[in-house]
T-cell receptor, first 112, second 115 residues
Framework: DAKTTQPPSMDCAEGRAANLPCNHS???????VYWYRQIHSQGPQYIIH???NNETNEMASLIITEDRKSSTLILPHATLRDTAVYYC?????????????FGTGTLLAVQP | NAGVTQTPKFQVLKTGQSMTLQCAQD?????MSWYRQDPGMGLRLIHY???????DQGEVPNGYNVSRSTTEDFPLRLLSAAPSQTSVYFC??????????????FGEGSRLTVL
């Protein structure tokens, strides 16, 4: 599975959009990009995933570059409750396994 | 639905003791896995299972055993606990293997301290 690179930490003002970048330059054609977040010491929570097209759901938007070497998770209106560690993961989904390997993520601190 | 349930939530062991962390899910998920998270670190995959009777190793399997006799349960056994196994353990499950659902459901974690 491809590795990802994320900044260790970011700040964002409450009410503003939070844009979290992720580099995955060795991603292969059948690998998806997943985003999870972990609030304090709770279990991680799924946010969104995509293959090559941009995706949007009620939580966030995922923008994947055309060459698929990087992506950005966008929280359109960050709140204090969005303060968490955000994990970007790339992994193949299908076949015999669908294991996800987590890195160290980005700590997003939403400031009042 | 209770989702993914882990027990116990907290446990203190002495070096050399054995114990089992329990994980149960009521969503009829085929895939289940165990992760550990050390302070300030990301999650590391210990073992996973793609269905009853099938298990495989993840990144850090040494010192842990698993079995999957039913779809619902995926216990993690520490055979001889060591201080290096002090960690928070998360169990996770997801729908069918090969399904493009993308969503792992996690339990609340089991906090283990080995003295």
């Amino acid at each position: 599975d491809a590795k990802t690179t994320q900044p260790p930490s970011m700040d964002c003002a409450e009410g503003r959009a939070a844009n979290l970048p992720c580099n995955h330059s060795t991603i292969s054609g059948n690998e998806y990009v997943y985003w999870y977040r972990q609030i304090h010491s709770q279990g991680p929570q799924y946010i969104i995933h995509g293959l090559k097209n941009n995706e949007t759901n009620e939580m966030a938007s995922l923008i994947i570059t055309e060459d698929r070497k990087s992506s950005t998770l966008i929280l359109p209106h960050a709140t204090l409750r969005d303060t968490a560690v955000y994990y970007c993961i790339v992994s193949s989904y299908g076949g015999a396994t669908n294991k996800l390997i987590f890195g160290t993520g980005t700590l997003l601190a939403v400031q009042p | 639905n209770a989702g993914v349930t882990q027990t116990p939530k907290f446990q203190v062991l002495k070096t050399g003791q054995s114990m089992t962390l329990q994980c149960a899910q009521d969503m009829n998920h085929e895939y289940m896995s165990w992760y550990r998270q050390d302070p300030g670190m990301g999650l590391r995959l210990i073992h996973y299972s793609v269905g009853a009777g099938i298990t495989d190793q993840g990144e850090v399997p040494n010192g842990y055993n698993v079995s999957r006799s039913t779809t619902e349960d995926f216990p993690l056994r520490l055979l001889s606990a060591a201080p290096s196994q002090t960690s928070v353990y998360f169990c996770a499950s997801s729908r069918q293997v090969g399904s493009n659902t993308g969503e792992l459901f996690f339990g609340e974690g089991s906090r283990l301290t080995v003295l």
